[in-house]
């Protein structure tokens, strides 16, 4: 292709079709159309959907998209780039990045919803306010709150997070503006990085959790984390604590955890959970100290224009030659 007497870059968008209206509407299409060569209407989950892939300088991927693996390195000898428009890029082989292809992705993008929802849900947490609706509703009378729920409210409450992640770091962040504790659990993170983020760092998870009167969890799912809120870290928060999870469902033991809900000693606010989704008839369903969400933290609806907005912008930088704004070591 052509554009204004010089040539304009090959590129192929590699993603679940149906989700491109969400992601690059028509005033976003005719922008990348106007960057590089690419036909918005022919994203693909598959690279048998591209055409002369051999040609294809710079990938935008996001949800959908396949495997990267070796196979499609011996394909894609022109590439030079690949724009992520989701989260993580564990979907793409370390070889990309050893020839030279520079990734991108929009992972704090993303972060901005999921660490939106988790303040609104420590604040109605703390507030009492999602089980003194269902009380409200249930009894239908007068509800004294000074006597009835004494230890409401956010102002002095401790919470703690796990996972200094991009969320995490953005959750700590804004709980630094309000008159609350925050402690902050992460092996990979100093002191005095946690201080910047204006949280106090503790080193054991358990001590974390006896800490807080709120749990945040916001590591991501590797061997290491899996099961890492364990029944001893669950025994260790106060009675009346509240667990937040927007992360992944297997950080929690989630048989100790109901056990402990069942039991009306914690609370519990997910919106992920092992599995995702649960079996019909799960106790978490219907124990009345639980909230659960089906997945609405990360970005969703019109959400998804922000991730296509940064992906965008990434584009613009490399088709100007300047550095990514967010690069990702495949």
Not at 82 to 99: K, Q, T
Not at 222 to 245: C, E, H
Request: glycine share 8%.
């Amino acid at each position: 292709m052509e554009y204004r007497g010089v040539r304009t870059m090959r590129a192929a968008l590699l993603m679940n079709p149906a989700l491109t209206p969400f992601v690059f509407g028509r005033h976003e299409c005719r922008r990348l159309e106007d960057l590089v060569d690419i036909d918005c209407a022919a994203a693909s989950m598959s690279l048998d959907g591209i055409s002369n892939p051999v040609d294809v300088e710079l990938l935008i991927t996001g949800w959908g998209v396949p495997e990267l693996g070796h196979e499609v390195l011996d394909m894609l000898t022109s590439l030079r780039a690949i724009v992520h428009w989701g989260g993580g890029v564990g979907f793409i082989d370390p070889r990309f990045s050893a020839r030279g292809v520079r990734v991108s992705s929009a992972r704090a993008a993303n972060a901005v919803p999921v660490a939106e929802f988790t303040m609104a849900m420590i604040t109605l947490a703390a507030k009492d306010a999602l089980w003194a609706s269902r009380r409200y509703t249930a009894e239908q009378r007068f509800i004294d709150r000074e006597a009835e729920m004494p230890r409401t409210g956010l102002y002095g409450t401790t919470v703690g997070v796990v996972g200094a992640s991009a969320i995490g770091s953005l959750v700590v962040e804004e709980l630094a503006r309000h008159d609350v504790r925050v402690l902050l659990y992460d092996p990979f993170t100093s002191a005095d990085a946690a201080a910047r983020l204006g949280a106090e760092a503790v080193d054991d998870l358990t001590e974390l959790a006896a800490r807080s009167d709120i749990l945040s969890i916001h590591a991501p799912e590797i061997p290491s984390t899996v099961g890492m809120i364990s029944v001893a870290v669950l025994a260790a928060l106060r009675d009346g604590a509240t667990l937040i999870n927007t992360a992944r469902g297997a950080l929690v033991d989630q048989q100790g955890l109901v056990a402990e809900l069942e039991a009306g000693r914690l609370r519990a606010i997910l919106d992920v959970t092992d599995p995702d989704v649960l079996p019909p008839g799960h106790a978490l369903y219907t124990l009345p100290n639980v909230f659960l969400t089906p997945h609405l933290a990360g970005s969703m609806g019109n959400e998804l224009k922000r991730l296509g907005h940064a992906a965008l912008a990434e584009v613009e930088r490399f088709v100007a030659g300047t550095p990514f704004a967010h690069p990702m070591n495949a």
